[in-house]
């Protein structure tokens, strides 16, 4: 039974693409504009920053703060504003309580943030990555973040990112037994999605009110990937 009025907490995954949309324009406007239509409390980022050395942010941190974002403490020297692409933006009544990289095995070099935060619904992990293209290395990646988290205390956990399996998502629950997968919704690639590549999966402790996709305009230009959104309370 749904409680009316109960705490919830709006999480979103979302591949800019270094903000390069499907015209071959670099706009961060527009990619800040699908950021903000998400109504999301927490939005997880992949494709953050630059491909070249000193890999400066695509999406400028001014830009963002001046929207009442705050961008949590993942990049590196030069700018960047993630670490290996992925990052994390922040709104609303929600604390910081510790962040850290994951560094992540392939041969692609990969990596995967971890925030834990206070939030309305309670204490919250959440596991920001971008996975490889061979499945090999990906299972292999999750295996890692596996092995990270099994040395932390036990908070209610969500993964969010860009997994980049085409396939039902049998092989991720396989590799990843601490959570469970939400049903995919098809994000990629955005004009004509046909791949649920962009995902959310919630420990047993959480439960999704809703979740879906954003097809909304300029979302089906502004990046090849669609944002994913969950409305996340405790179970």
């Known amino acids: 039974?749904?409680?009316?009025?109960?705490?919830?907490?709006?999480?979103?995954?979302?591949?800019?693409?270094k903000c390069v949309g499907l015209d071959l324009r670099r706009r961060p406007g527009r990619s800040l504009g699908v950021i903000n239509a998400l109504g999301a409390d927490l939005v997880v980022l992949q494709e953050v920053d630059k491909r070249l050395p000193p890999r400066p942010a695509a999406l400028p941190h001014d830009m963002l703060e001046e929207d009442g974002w705050q961008v949590?403490?993942?990049?590196?020297?030069g700018g960047s504003l993630g670490w290996h692409g992925n990052a994390m933006l922040l709104r609303g009544n929600t604390r910081i309580r510790a962040t850290a990289h994951l560094e992540l095995p392939g041969l692609e070099p990969r990596g995967a943030i971890r925030a834990d935060l206070d939030t309305p619904i309670g204490?919250?992990?959440?596991?920001?990555?971008?996975?490889?293209?061979?499945r090999r290395y990906r299972l292999l990646q999750l295996s890692a973040i596996n092995r990270a988290l099994n040395v932390l205390d036990p908070?209610?956990?969500?993964?969010?990112?860009?997994?980049?399996?085409w396939g039902s998502g049998m092989a991720l629950d396989a590799a990843v037994k601490r959570v469970r997968f939400l049903p995919g919704h098809a994000?990629?690639?955005?004009?004509?999605?046909?791949?649920?590549?962009d995902r959310i999966a919630l420990s047993p402790d959480l439960r999704a009110l809703a979740s879906g996709?954003?097809?909304?305009?300029?979302?089906r230009i502004a990046s090849d990937h669609?944002?994913?959104?969950?409305?996340?309370?405790c179970a």
Not at 72 to 77: E, I, R, S, V
Not at 155 to 165: E, L
Not at 213 to 219: E, N, W
Request: proline share 14%; net charge positive; charged share 10%.
């Open 123 to 134: 204490p919250l992990r959440v596991i920001g990555l971008h996975l490889g293209l061979v």
């Open 155 to 165: 908070m209610p956990t969500v993964f969010a990112g860009d997994f980049n399996d």
């Open 187 to 197: 994000s990629f690639p955005a004009p004509r999605p046909v791949a649920a590549l």
């Open 1 to 17: 039974m749904t409680i009316m009025n109960a705490p919830q907490f709006r999480i979103a995954t979302y591949n800019l693409q």
């Open 213 to 219: 996709v954003h097809r909304l305009r300029p979302a």
């Open 72 to 77: 949590l403490p993942f990049g590196q020297p």
């Open 226 to 233: 669609l944002p994913v959104w969950a409305d996340l309370a």
